[in-house]
């Protein structure tokens, strides 16, 4: 159980192009999900916090017309980066939070992004 | 300010060896405390966690954790490490309440030697 999928894992683009980041809770409804991103041998860093059917909340330095974030169901989260530059390349892992255990998240498998 | 250090960046260890990681929080209430193990390119994958109560916690593939509050501490143990442990291992606390944003610290890498 708790099983959180992402779409796609791999993803190659031209600099100036959007890209959408799929996030799915595949047998439980997320009522949270969440997006980090990780740099090369680097912990994780929140983005941003979303709730279904509310907008997002970004951490402080993120750019919210950059990192675009939908949580339009239960199941569903969207991360789309607008004009993707090369330094926007990174590894971008998102997680989901279920109303039975709402301490805990559980973590899709991660999408690389490389901008050229 | 709520942090998590991991003192470890790199730890080398012979299979079947223990095994010990060290995480460190500080936060003002009682945390939620987790631990989350990534291999390359992967996401992460949770290992165990405390909320309350037993302060010795059980998790998947053998690990297990202990939580004292005098020390502010969370370390993982495995008493016989296998090759396919090799990984990075994040602590991470829970902060927020019911919010559950979590604060990682920046990692352990663990390397297995055959």
């Known amino acids: 159980g708790a099983v959180v999928s992402q779409h796609p894992s791999w993803v190659i683009c031209k600099s100036g192009t959007s890209v959408k980041i799929e996030c799915r809770s595949l047998d439980f409804q997320a009522t949270t999900m969440f997006w980090y991103r990780q740099f090369p041998k680097q912990s994780l860093m929140l983005m941003a916090t979303?709730?279904?059917?509310?907008?997002?909340?970004?951490e402080q330095g993120v750019e919210k017309d950059k990192f675009l974030i939908n949580h339009a169901s239960l199941t569903l989260s969207t991360l789309t980066v607008t004009s993707a530059h090369p330094e926007d390349s990174s590894f971008y892992i998102c997680s989901a939070r279920g109303l039975a255990n709402q301490e805990t998240q559980y973590f899709g498998p991660g999408t690389r992004l490389l901008v050229l | 300010a709520q942090s998590v250090t991991q003192p470890d960046i790199h730890i080398t260890v012979s299979e079947g060896a223990s095994l010990e990681l060290r995480c460190n929080y500080s936060y003002g209430a009682t945390p939620y405390l987790f631990w989350y193990v990534q291999s390359p390119g992967q996401g992460l994958q949770l290992l165990l966690k405390y909320f309350s109560g037993d302060t010795l916690v059980q998790g998947i593939k053998g690990f297990e954790a202990e939580f004292k509050r005098s020390q502010s501490s969370f370390n993982l143990r495995k008493p016989s490490v296998h090759w396919s442990d090799a990984a990075e291992y994040f602590c991470a606390v829970g902060v927020g309440g019911s919010q559950g944003n979590l604060i990682f610290g920046k990692g352990t890498k663990l390397s297995v030697k055959p």
């Open positions: 979303s709730n279904e059917g509310s907008k997002a909340t970004y």
